[in-house]
């Protein structure tokens, strides 16, 4: 009797969205540290073909991007403080501004990989399979693919926080069932965990 | 019930963290411009993981979460490590 007079409720659990976000986390790692090891081996058996050939990336841009992301990081992480103190005005501002971060990112991105290709260096170009050792072809396709595989991680993080965006306006996301913006702000994090790796170990061999 | 509030981060601390974070990286810049031989990869790797364990306690709130959280990321790092040993104790004592 009672049940039928009981509202459908919307389940909802904090907990079990953020165990679920690190298990998701947790196949990212995979997929990357996969990519890590690759990347350790061939420079461990070419040392110093990944030394010449990472003179032609350019150290700055690297640099300013790693800034870019960890000033982003920071505010989509207060984004998540903003949205508990229900301040909705300053947690769409932070929001808009990890946005607009992560889009000069890629703005660089394209820049550093446009300047490549000018080079004629990119995967399978003539100019790399004629002037350059197997060594430094191998170091191209792995930043290459791991570079291009972070600004696609990128992409995507940008799209769940236009989704975080969008619910906190309309209040759907509020102080009580914040886990999408969480959620959107743990993925952020980890985009930027790679990145950290990603910088040393591509730009900073000299 | 688990929709109870979380503890609020204030801003200074995730402003002292960016400070962090920021000084690390141009300290991991600036070490790999010394000539420190094999050990640069080393340094430019220390300061990284420093760096991560930052976002991950901080920015990650996982200093705040429960315990079992916490068990489960140090677990799978921890196996990510082993793994990455284990690899290169094959390729270093190749015949």
């Not at chain 1, 990519?35 to 032609?56: G, Q, T, W």
Request: proline fraction near 2%; avoid cysteine; aromatic fraction near 16%.
């Amino acid at each position: 009797m009672e049940n039928t007079l009981h509202q459908e409720h919307e389940h909802y659990d904090a907990e079990a969205s953020k165990i679920g976000m690190w298990l998701f986390i947790f196949t990212e790692l995979l997929l990357f540290g996969g990519l890590f090891i690759v990347y350790s081996v061939y420079r461990f058996l070419n040392p110093e073909a990944f030394h010449l050939a990472a003179e032609e990336l350019n150290t700055t841009i690297g640099a300013i991007n790693t800034v870019i992301l960890l000033v982003s990081s920071m505010t989509i992480a207060m984004s998540t403080s903003t949205l508990q103190m229900r301040k909705k005005g300053a947690t769409l501002f932070l929001l808009g501004v990890t946005v607009v971060l992560g889009l000069v990112f890629l703005v660089n991105k394209y820049f550093e990989w446009g300047a490549k290709f000018e080079h004629g260096i990119w995967p399978g170009s003539e100019h790399l399979k004629t002037a350059f050792s197997q060594g430094e072809i191998l170091f191209f396709g792995l930043y290459y693919v791991m570079t291009g595989l972070h600004a696609l991680h990128i992409i995507i993080g940008l799209i769940i926080i236009f989704f975080a965006i969008h619910r906190v306006n309309r209040g759907t996301v509020n102080e009580n069932r914040a886990a999408l913006l969480e959620n959107a702000g743990l993925y952020w994090h980890l985009v930027d965990l790679i990145w950290i790796f990603l910088f040393p170990l591509f730009y900073l061999i000299h | 019930m688990s929709n109870e509030k979380h503890h609020i981060v204030p801003f200074k601390v995730y402003i002292l963290v960016l400070i962090a974070l920021l000084a690390l990286t141009f300290a991991s810049i600036g070490i790999v411009s010394i000539e420190l031989g094999k050990y640069t990869v080393a340094a430019a790797l220390i300061f990284a993981t420093i760096k991560s364990f930052l976002v991950l306690t901080y920015f990650m709130h996982l200093k705040y979460d429960k315990p079992y959280i916490k068990a489960m990321v140090g677990f799978v790092f921890a196996i990510f490590f082993v793994v990455i040993i284990i690899t290169f104790l094959d390729y270093l004592y190749r015949a």
